[in-house]
């Protein structure tokens, strides 16, 4: 079946940074758009970045402007998610999606803790 694997979540200092990934199998990867989905605890889950199938293009939250960067390798099957200058307000479940029409998939999610 349709696997979404999220790999890259620990344990950061504010300021930090990690990288995310998200190893995708048995769909058409290229045909879907790539979101990043976060839920911290007690909150909704929010899209946090999306980059689109046809160009690549990308969109991000207002609150990660400027500090995370979503791409995408279609060759490996595998959408990325570097987030930089990490803040304690990013601490949240991060999870994969991908997305064709009314088709949606979702990863089991990746802890992500900025703390001191």
């Known amino acids: 079946q349709v696997q979404l694997v999220e790999s890259g979540g620990g344990l950061v200092q504010p300021g930090g940074a990690l990288r995310l990934s998200c190893a995708a199998s048995r769909f058409t990867f290229s045909s879907y758009a790539m979101s990043w989905y976060r839920q911290a605890p007690g909150k909704e889950r929010e899209l946090v970045a999306t980059?689109?199938?046809?160009?690549?293009?990308?969109n991000y939250a207002d609150s990660v402007k400027g500090r995370f960067t979503i791409t995408r390798d279609n060759a490996k099957n595998t959408v990325y998610l570097q987030m930089n200058s990490l803040k304690p307000e990013d601490t949240a479940v991060y999870y994969c999606?991908?997305?064709?029409?009314?088709?949606?998939?979702w990863g089991q999610g990746t802890q992500v803790t900025v703390s001191s």
């Open positions: 999606n991908a997305r064709l029409a009314y088709i949606h998939y």
């Open positions: 980059i689109t199938s046809a160009d690549g293009s990308k």
